[in-house]
């Protein structure tokens, strides 16, 4: 059930960027809705930061425009600056300030009242959870820690549109689920977020999704309807034998393809209520007993697969 | 320019430097320690210089004035010879570092005239060495003065004022062009400015990139202007402060006469200050790595300070080309403008010309590395 | 070795760093021609671990084997026969995929008999064949990526450590590389995967969860999923999400709540709110309910439940 859509806070047309002969983003169209939680997916390489920096201002492109909040990011990099603010995916505070100084520092340079940031910051920390911490060197947080006190620094000065590059990598699952508890706190008061994500399990996070590959968007949809968009259907056999599904059922009509995961293999076919009795017989005849056979939900990885397949191998970056 | 995104920048800059072991060692460490190395490295407090005696005469005075060495405690008589070729021997095994040689006829010309030449021969090889012990030379020479004059007083009934002296005239072997401390120091205080402040400034920008906080920051609203001279505020700071340091050193505690104005000193200071930090500001913007920044501000300022700006080599000694090239040096200008103030006591009506070229050169700097920094990745 | 001994198994392992203990008392067991998913957050303990496998470190108490050796007294021996690889490998750029297997044969001290079909296998392997001269900073991420696993086996160790070895991958390329890894477990060699990735978790036989140095779980996917809930997961579609996580966050019976998506998660345990009555308790709140229905806990679920229950994690993060 989604929030009303209403106007849209970043609007992206024609937007490319070409580094020496390699093309990084080729002509990109996006339009994300205030209050949307926009999920750029694709694996490394794929342009997404190139994206995300541009989008930030911090790097120019080569052609396009981008509207955020209304201003023009090309035209007027410095003044859209403040309606907007970035996370790169490098760490991007200073390790030898605390968190103190860091959220300090950043609140000035967005020109935040004093008296405003200390408030501010005492709310953010608050729900950060990062408040016994304050005065704690930013370098010696975990990788969790740091990850929300990017967030702080990024929504000290109350933006309109937060720009996350790959926000979660290397941070364990228990910090980022907390790290997307606040985004969608974030969220609910109107602040519009675009994140970028190699991690295509955490896409299914996000209210809409642009599937990029090489430098281009492919799809571009909620994550419900781009797995109803899936040719075919995801079955998931369930055996203490997984290896031997797989050859049973690889290459038998109506099966597209058949992956081997830890302890069951997932099918896609193209028709499942034609298909599961079919292939219950077919790993029966093999001599599997404990093959289980159910419909199984995809994820946006299968989604991907399925509509994008493999690069070529000499992909030049 | 806002002044709060100034403020904060130059705060942020003050706290990381503070924090930073690297940064305040050359800060505070390096000029104590070249101050130091300079003062003690070549001892100042001489005693028991070994000294060779030649005595031709072997009279009642030339005896005198030897006692008067012997009795100083800066002095020991290392040889009693008899020949100048001797001399020659001592000093080049390093067993004597003076000599004196009293002329056969000095009583003669004493009682004569009322005034007889002395000669002293220094080996200096070791300038500073040599320098203090002509200085202590001639004041064992003064006191046998006081010796030699009651005496001839006595014997021919003439007033004191009238009566001649032992004169002594110093000869320097290996070393001709002999270079005194109080020429020197003045510019090592331009070479630890230079040193220290585009040493620390060279990292500024080039820890940003390097430890990727330079993408953050360029994402924000802050000025290239506010980037600049928030970041130079703390160093500019810490230039004075070194810059003081070494200038009380040299003038408190090394004696360099001082005889200039300090407000001359202040502002011509603080203008090379600007110059070496917006240098090293600059190397930081096009150089986005901390070690080859560092290593080419070395290149920048250690090599024309030292070897072009006068400091060790007189200017006036280099061929017409390189001339016109220490004109290039900033250092150049500095180090005059300090040796004048010091040694001369020199105001603005002499030095205009190297302040001018100093203010030209800070304005050139500083421009150039106002319109350096893009925020663009 | 016997052919009935465990490939590694490790027994009351522990290293203490002055007072931290990284590893407290770890038990483990991988047979051959098994792949396990070594599970933790930053700082559970997985790199210590792997090192004390490796030989690098010297266990403070407790014993290990690998492929025969004691880890302790034979780190020499343990580090000739086990391969390691991970996302960061560092294969030479500007060296060619030949001149890459050339070097790492040497490393590996490749008999000069073996070397030219040693290299054939993992040329194809990689699916480089015709590409030997390439320079391999021009391949694209996943020929790089199956190219560093043909440079880790090129001396056929029967044992396999993987660090993260397909984070920010593509999809299609990181099924391949996992086809890979199953083949070479398939052939009897044990395979480790360490990582916090819940995406390469899910290609393991079995998964070891590790935190604060202590193993927490370990089994099967599925039977992780199936017992470590403690209640059944329901996906619940209602507006505003915020609200309806801090009332679910206080009524009695549910275990965990989170948003996913544009949804929220819950675990309802025994002896508290139902399924059915879960509509009206929120709507007693004024929040509109879409739907409520079953879902399948994912590993992440899963994870996130096991570390925080156990409470060295919340310190950590």
């Known amino acids: ?111 935040v009242p004093r008296g405003e940031r200390i408030a501010r910051s005492q709310e953010l920390l608050e729900v950060a959870g990062l408040l016994p911490f304050r005065n704690r060197l930013a370098g010696q947080l975990s990788g969790g820690m740091k990850q929300k006190l990017g967030l702080i620094c990024a929504l000290i000065h109350t933006p309109r549109v937060l720009l996350l590059d790959e926000p979660t990598t290397g941070v364990d699952p228990v910090s980022r689920r907390d790290f997307w508890a606040i ?126 397949g493999e690069e070529k191998p000499h992909e030049l970056r | 320019m806002n002044i709060q995104r100034l403020l904060a920048m130059a705060y942020k800059e003050a706290l990381q430097v503070w924090r930073d072991p690297r940064s305040l060692a050359v800060a505070l460490l390096m000029p104590l320690m070249q101050m130091g190395l300079l003062g003690y490295g070549v001892s100042l407090d001489i005693k028991h210089v070994p000294l060779c005696v030649y005595d031709q005469e072997n009279s009642q005075a030339s005896r005198s004035v030897v006692d008067s060495f012997t009795a100083s405690s800066w002095f020991t008589i290392s040889h009693t010879i008899s020949s100048e070729a001797g001399i020659r021997r001592a000093m080049d095994r390093g067993e004597c570092a003076a000599a004196i040689v009293i002329p056969v006829d000095f009583s003669r010309t004493l009682s004569a005239t009322g005034s007889a030449p002395l000669q002293a021969i220094f080996d200096a090889t070791d300038v500073n060495t040599t320098n203090i012990a002509m200085g202590y030379a001639q004041g064992v020479v003064a006191q046998a003065n006081a010796a030699l004059t009651a005496r001839w007083a006595a014997s021919h009934g003439a007033q004191p004022s009238l009566v001649g002296q032992v004169d002594l005239e110093p000869s320097v072997w290996f070393n001709e062009t002999l270079e005194s401390r109080d020429f020197i120091i003045p510019g090592v205080v331009a070479v630890i400015l230079a040193l220290v402040g585009a040493q620390l400034t060279s990292l500024t920008i080039s820890r940003e990139w390097e430890r990727g906080t330079m993408e953050q920051l360029i994402s924000t609203p802050v000025t290239p202007l506010e980037v600049m001279f928030g970041k130079l505020i703390p160093y500019f700071a810490i230039g004075l402060l070194d810059a003081a340091f070494c200038l009380a050193v040299a003038a408190f505690w090394f004696h360099v006469p001082f005889h200039g104005s300090v407000g001359i000193l202040f502002v011509t200071t603080a203008l090379f200050d600007l110059v070496v930090l917006g240098i090293g500001y600059l190397i930081s913007v096009r150089i986005r790595n901390q070690l080859g920044a560092s290593q080419v501000a070395l290149l920048l300022t250690m090599l024309p300070t030292t070897l072009l700006s006068g400091y060790t080599f007189p200017i006036d000694q280099m061929p017409a080309a390189i001339q016109v090239l220490t004109y290039a040096v900033y250092s150049r200008y500095y180090v005059t403008i300090l040796r004048a103030i010091f040694l001369k006591g020199s105001g603005l009506t002499d030095l205009w010309a190297p302040i001018l070229g100093l203010v030209a050169y800070a304005a050139i700097i500083i421009w150039l590395a106002a319109r350096a920094f893009r925020k663009q990745l | 070795m016997s052919s009935d001994s465990p490939a590694v198994w490790a027994d009351g392992l522990t290293k203490r760093f002055a007072s931290f203990t990284a590893v407290d008392h770890l038990n483990l067991r991988i047979e051959k021609g098994e792949v396990v998913g070594f599970i933790g957050p930053n700082g559970a303990g997985k790199s210590t671990t792997i090192r004390m496998l490796c030989g690098l470190l010297r266990p403070s108490e407790g014993r290990a084997s690998v492929a025969g050796f004691d880890v302790g007294r034979q780190p020499e021996e343990v580090r000739e026969h086990i391969g390691y690889m991970s996302q960061k490998f560092s294969l030479y750029g500007d060296l060619t995929v030949h001149e890459n297997l050339r070097f790492f044969a040497g490393i590996y001290r490749v008999p000069h008999r073996d070397l030219s079909e040693r290299m054939r296998f993992a040329i194809s392997m990689a699916g480089l064949e015709g590409r030997e001269d390439a320079l391999v900073r021009t391949l694209a991420g996943g020929w790089k990526q199956r190219l560093a696993l043909g440079c880790a086996i090129l001396h056929r160790p029967p044992i396999l450590f993987l660090d993260e070895p397909t984070s920010g991958v593509e999809p299609e390329a990181r099924r391949r590389f996992w086809d890979l890894i199953h083949e070479l477990a398939a052939g009897g060699v044990a395979i480790l995967v360490s990582t916090h990735y819940m995406e390469e978790a899910e290609y393991c036989n079995r998964i070891a969860l590790i935190n604060g140095g202590r193993l ?83 590993l992440e679920d899963v994870f996130v439940r096991l570390v925080s229950t156990t409470p060295e994690t919340r310190a950590a993060s």
């Open chain 1, 1 to 111: 059930m989604m929030a009303e859509v209403n106007e849209i806070a970043v609007r992206v047309h024609g937007l490319s960027k070409s580094f020496g002969s390699v093309q990084a983003v080729r002509d990109i169209d996006l339009a994300v809705a205030q209050g949307e939680i926009f999920g750029l997916v694709g694996p490394d390489g794929a342009g997404k930061t190139t994206i995300m920096r541009m989008l930030a201002a911090v790097l120019r492109p080569d052609a396009g425009e981008i509207l955020v909040d209304g201003v023009d990011v090309v035209a007027e990099a410095e003044r859209a600056k403040l309606h907007l603010s970035y996370m790169p995916q490098r760490f991007g505070l200073y390790e030898d300030l605390t968190i103190a100084e860091n959220i300090f520092f950043y609140g000035a340079l967005f020109g």
């Open chain 1, 183 to 308: 985004l969608y706190n974030l969220r609910e008061s109107g602040v519009t977020i675009v994140l970028s994500t190699a991690y295509m399990d955490e896409a299914e996070r996000c209210s809409r999704l642009a599937l990029l590959h090489g430098g281009e968007i492919r799809h571009c949809d909620t994550p419900q309807h781009l797995k109803a968009a899936m040719p075919g259907a995801l079955l998931a056999i369930a055996s203490a034998h997984p290896r031997d599904v797989r050859e049973a059922v690889s290459g038998k009509p109506g099966v597209l393809g058949a992956l081997l995961m830890g302890d069951r293999v997932h099918v896609r076919v193209d028709d499942a209520g034609r298909r599961i009795p079919e292939l219950r017989a077919v790993v029966a005849d093999r001599g599997i007993a404990d093959a289980v056979i159910t419909p199984a939900e995809p994820g946006i990885e299968d989604v991907f697969v399925a509509l994008l």
């Open chain 3, 216 to 298: 927490v779980a370990m089994g099967t996917p599925s039977e992780l999923r199936q017992r470590s809930l403690g209640g059944d997961l329901f996906e619940i579609d209602c507006v505003p999400l915020g609200a309806a996580l801090k009332a679910l966050g206080t009524a009695q019976g549910v275990v965990e709540a989170a948003i996913f998506g544009d949804k929220l998660h819950a675990v309802l345990g025994e002896g508290g709110l139902s399924a059915e009555e879960l509509p009206r308790f929120l709507a007693e709140r004024e929040i509109r309910v879409g739907s409520v229905r079953p879902a399948k806990p994912s």
